[in-house]
């Protein structure tokens, strides 16, 4: 594994594990997002996390600077599900896009 992806995968499991009420705030906002976009047929906290885990480290990096829940970071998540919708619903494995 390359240092880039060390870092942002720890990124990933930080802001994963992180109980803050800030966080949780985010994590439910996710949630919604998800709901409002049918991607899942009943949707389970482990879909969210598999959702979250999938995002390229453009939306992970914008996210810890604006917040998961700030417009742009939305729009970039919803165009995520647009692009992969099919891969999502399968639940396929993402290899972590670098784009900054």
Not at 22 to 43: I, M, N, P, R
Not at 46 to 68: C, M, N, R, W
Request: hydrophobic share 35%; aromatic share 12%; charged share 25%.
């Amino acid at each position: 594994m390359s240092y880039k992806h060390n870092n942002l995968m720890a990124m990933r499991k930080h802001y994963w594990n992180d109980t803050s009420v800030k966080v949780q705030q985010e994590k439910q906002a996710l949630w919604q997002l998800l709901q409002q976009q049918q991607l899942f047929a009943t949707l389970h906290e482990d879909d969210v996390k598999y959702f979250f885990f999938t995002l390229p480290s453009e939306v992970i990096v914008k996210g810890y600077a604006l917040g998961f829940e700030h417009q742009r970071v939305q729009s970039m998540m919803r165009q995520h599900i647009t692009e992969n919708k099919s891969r999502l619903e399968r639940r396929e494995l993402f290899k972590i896009k670098y784009r900054m």
